[in-house]
């Protein structure tokens, strides 16, 4: 009998049995299929969706569709997606745009997907892209958590990843953590890291970028000696010990302090504060701390017993504009000048473009428009008043003057109180505080002469408001008189209130003068009404009498003491001899404070409701029992839990040395700010320089620049060069235009002509005639002699409506606000300054005396001796051969005439010529006015 399979095995043919078979296979590994797909969706569904990243993925969704019509500008509909609280509360509608956890009941969803024009948002523009709107609504689905964007966040410490897999590759080339961060960034980016850079342009790029100018030539010597790691380490100490290291460092503060010589606006009249320079040049020398640094420019008036460069650290405030134009509001100007310094306080030190808020709550950051006022309280009560003479100052004493100010203040020490002998130093040396007779009002023949100085014409009056006279009985004033003769007269709260006093006129001849008088103790707060009458005055419309501040005080203490004349003689002797003077910042006494009210949209006649001074609460929290003054603000910018405040500086040094910040836009590390490039770089850097290096810049310098990311060569494979145009992942080192100082002072120095005389007054170097056009004052550009027209371009006189024109060419701002960052520029006149400004005709002129006197006999050895002055190193010899055959070029051509700024000396008029041109050629190769 058969086995039946075997009989059925027998009645098929092969083929046939074989396909069944397949078919039953193919069955099989579907239904496993099946049950592989079914258990993947188990897993999906079990396993927890990504989680958005509000910062990284939300927030840059909103800022490009969003906000604009619901953000701090605008709220249509009553919603607003800037702050938390406003996105999920209640709309206009009464129905909240948001439901944490339920997207598909959003009302925010169902507009982005409506297909109706009149509802679907973005209103009238493209519609968001279907990513775009997933990941909104998985992030309203996941509960639509609210971040702290990522610079707001205090720094924290981060200690570099652990060695990458490259292993001898890598360490071999490091050599401080910097390159740890740097290298695993590049490596990700699939970047080939450059080799060191030769000895010539590592030591020149070092030079120019720790001192701003070219090697010393014996630090040079030292270093070519010995190559080695020590000698390396001593070259860099070298250059960070260099007097010409804090002129470099202060050039780049002098933008961020909108520094300046004269005032700007329309007048732009001059203003004496290069003290505050000297004071930024000293500062870097000493490595003061940077937290001190900036204490002392905010608020050093505030400080204990401040000395006289506290003091004038505070002209860094002091370099706002001051309308000097007739027919201006000077409190609108005042106003002004205190918005500029908030302004300038949040982009210099913090960051971030505050000004914005002024207006409106920020279009795109946590701050809400009232958070401009209360910090704006911090400046509101400072004392200036836009004065023409930019009051107060610091008058400066010298010789004789010194030796009475240290009399006067040893005498007052021993025969007064402590509390008088601040006040009446401070007097001396400042003139404050004293009421500006700009503040007067209800002029009745009077006025403000040119809206700075009340002026008094015959049988006129106006009125001070609210003096304090409490414990008052001496009125000091600074006043001229236009004609001898003259009263007058001083009375309590109307034109005919009691008479406080009557004043007989001295003649001054239309000079000032400062005098006094002796009243009554006076009590209580009074308005004071002035009134002035002179029967010699016959002309109506003529001035008799002018003032310029007044000074209520008591009478000078001491009286019966010994010395008590003599003391009280050198009191008079200081008031009123002429001084330097110098803008600084001074607190207003109690009875002069102002209040501070939020302007509505920013305008400064729309007052409010009134404030205190106060910080944004996204920031650290305001120091416990800190003075809620300009003290207390720059322990709270300075405070380790402030994020911003290290984390700009050390992004501004990176910048400074790389050529742009690891932040790019310096001025914005807010959301609309570009990324940095290296976060955690970043908050390494800022943590040490708090914590390790205590706030000293030059250990932060000496650290970045002793690393190999800092050291490489510049050079970069055409591979590498496509993946990273603009290096920002530093897989070789910088190569960047040199900024106009640094073009113009390499050009001195390799002439000969260049002076290094430090400090002082701003000189004129040679400038075309009728650049300048001054209004008014008729002031004229006078070319400074000798050494004088020679010195650093830092000391080059700053006109804010008319800089230098050469600088301006190579990107150095006007000054007229704060310049967080200098734009690199290429253009055909950077050239035309470099080939035909007088400077560099002049300097190319002595270069070629240099190489045609000290380097040889031979035509290619004075072209060799000249490369190796300009860039350290042998000139390679097609460039060498290029520049002979320009020589012969030259060399044809007929001798030039009329040749201005030609030295003295000129041992073959011929030859002297063809070097000229060689040597302005060479003063405009690219690897000259490039760093590397």
């Given at each position: ?780 550009w006078v070319k400074s002699d000798g050494e004088n027209q020679y010195r650093r371009a830092m000391y080059t006189y700053w006109k804010r409506t008319s800089p230098y024109p050469s600088m301006v060419l190579f990107d150095v701002m006007a000054r007229e606000v704060c310049s967080a960052r200098r734009i690199s520029t290429n253009t055909p006149l950077q050239a035309l300054v470099t080939l035909n400004d007088s400077v ?93």
């Amino acid at each position: 009998m058969l086995n039946p399979f075997q009989a059925t095995t027998l009645q098929f043919p092969n083929y046939l049995y074989f396909a069944i078979m397949k078919k039953l296979w193919s069955s099989k590994m579907l239904v496993i299929a099946l049950l592989l797909a079914f258990s993947g969706a188990l897993v999906w569904l079990v396993l927890p969706e990504e989680e958005i990243d509000y910062n990284t993925q939300v927030k840059p969704i909103i800022n490009a569709h969003c906000i604009s019509c619901h953000g701090g500008v605008k709220k249509n509909g009553g919603f607003s997606m800037l702050f938390e609280n406003e996105a999920k509360g209640k709309t206009d509608s009464d129905v909240p745009a948001i439901l944490p956890g339920h997207a598909d009941q959003s009302e925010m969803i169902r507009r982005l997907q409506s297909h109706d024009p009149e509802e679907r948002m973005p209103y009238e523009k493209a519609p968001l892209s279907n990513d775009e709107i997933d990941i909104l609504k998985k992030w309203i689905g996941q509960g639509a958590k609210w971040d702290t964007h990522w610079a707001y966040l205090p720094v924290e410490k981060v200690d570099p990843s652990e060695e990458p897999s490259a292993g001898n590759e890598f360490n071999s080339w490091k050599k401080n953590e910097i390159d740890y961060f740097i290298y695993n960034k590049g490596k990700g980016q699939k970047l080939t890291f450059s080799k060191p850079a030769t000895l010539p342009k590592l030591a020149r790029r070092l030079s120019l970028d720790l001192i701003g100018l070219p090697p010393p030539t014996e630090l040079y010597k030292k270093l070519a000696q010995n190559p080695s790691k020590e000698g390396w380490d001593e070259y860099i100490t070298g250059l960070l010990s260099s007097p010409h290291y804090g002129e470099k460092w202060a050039g780049m503060w002098m933008d961020l302090a909108r520094y300046s010589d004269t005032k700007g606006y329309e007048r732009d009249d001059s203003r004496t504060i290069w003290k505050y320079r000297d004071w930024l040049i000293h500062a870097f020398n000493e490595d003061k701390p940077y937290d001190q640094f900036l204490i002392e420019q905010l608020a050093g008036d505030l400080l204990p017993d401040p000395s006289d460069d506290q003091l004038i650290a505070t002209a860094f405030h002091r370099n706002t504009m001051t309308n000097d134009e007739g027919g201006t509001d000077n409190e609108e100007f005042r106003v002004a000048a205190v918005l500029d310094r908030v302004n300038t306080t949040w982009e210099v030190i913090m960051g971030t473009t505050f000004s914005c808020v002024q207006c409106h709550s920020h279009p795109y950051d946590p701050f809400k428009h009232e958070d401009y006022y209360k910090f704006m309280a911090f400046f509101n009560n400072s004392r200036d008043e836009d004065t023409y003479d930019d009051y107060p100052v610091l008058r400066l004493f010298e010789g004789q003057d010194s030796i009475r100010m240290a009399e006067l203040k040893t005498w007052l020490s021993q025969n007064a109180a402590k509390a008088e002998e601040e006040e009446i130093s401070r007097f001396v040396k400042t003139w404050q505080p004293s009421i500006n007779s700009l503040t007067s009002t209800d002029f009745v023949n009077s006025e403000l002469s040119d809206t700075k100085w009340l002026v008094f014409r015959n049988n006129g009056s106006s009125r001070l408001k609210h003096v304090d006279l409490n414990g008052k009985n001496v009125l000091i004033y600074r006043y001229r008189s236009f004609l001898p003769g003259g009263v007058w007269k001083i009375h309590l709260d109307s034109i005919n209130g009691f008479l406080l006093k009557e004043i007989k006129v001295k003649d001054t001849n239309g000079r000032w003068k400062i005098d006094e008088f002796t009243f009554q103790n006076g009590t209580e707060v009074h308005d004071l009404y002035l009134t002035y009458y002179n029967p010699n005055l016959d002309n109506p419309a003529s001035n008799g009498l002018m003032f310029d501040w007044f000074h209520f005080t008591e009478q000078f203490p001491g009286n019966g003491n010994a010395g008590y004349q003599e003391a009280k003689d050198n009191f008079w002797k200081l008031l009123n001899v002429s001084t330097l003077q110098t803008p600084i910042m001074l607190e207003n006494p109690s009875d002069m404070s102002r209040e501070t009210r939020v302007f509505e949209r920013g305008n400064w006649m729309a007052g409010t409701e009134r404030v205190n001074p106060g910080v944004p609460a996204v920031m650290n929290p305001f120091p416990e029992g800190m003075e809620t003054n300009r003290i207390g603000l720059a322990k709270w910018i300075v405070d380790q839990r402030n994020p911003l405040t290290a984390r700009t500086y050390v992004n501004r040094i990176w910048e400074q040395l790389f050529g742009h910040g690891i932040v790019e836009t310096l001025e914005d590390f807010g959301s609309q700010g570009i990324l940095p490039t290296h976060q955690a770089l970043l908050d390494h850097l800022s943590w040490k320089f708090m914590h390790d290096f205590h706030w000293s810049t030059k250990a932060l310098i000496n650290y970045i620049v002793t690393s190999a990311t800092y050291q490489q060569s510049s050079f970069c494979n055409p591979e590498d060069l496509q993946k990273d145009p603009q290096n920002r992942y530093y897989a070789r080192g910088p190569r960047i235009r040199l900024t106009a100082e640094q073009i113009r002072d390499q050009a001195l120095v390799a002439s000969g002509l260049f002076s290094p005389k430090m400090y002082g007054p701003s000189v004129m170097p040679y400038q075309p005639e009728r650049i300048w056009n001054s209004p008014y004052n008729g002031l004229k550009w006078v070319k400074s002699d000798g050494e004088n027209q020679y010195r650093r371009a830092m000391y080059t006189y700053w006109k804010r409506t008319s800089p230098y024109p050469s600088m301006v060419l190579f990107d150095v701002m006007a000054r007229e606000v704060c310049s967080a960052r200098r734009i690199s520029t290429n253009t055909p006149l950077q050239a035309l300054v470099t080939l035909n400004d007088s400077v560099y005709v002049e300097a190319s002129m002595h270069f070629a005396l240099r190489m045609a006197e000290e380097g040889g006999g031979k035509v290619s050895d004075q072209i060799r001796y000249g490369y190796r002055l300009l860039m350290y190193e042998d000139i390679p010899e097609e460039k060498l051969q290029i520049l002979l055959r320009l020589y012969e070029n030259i060399s044809k051509e007929p001798l030039m005439k009329n040749v201005s700024n030609k030295p003295d000396q000129s041992p073959d008029e011929k030859h002297l010529q063809s070097m000229y041109i060689l040597a302005n050629t060479m003063m405009n190769m690219d690897e000259f006015i490039m760093k590397n």
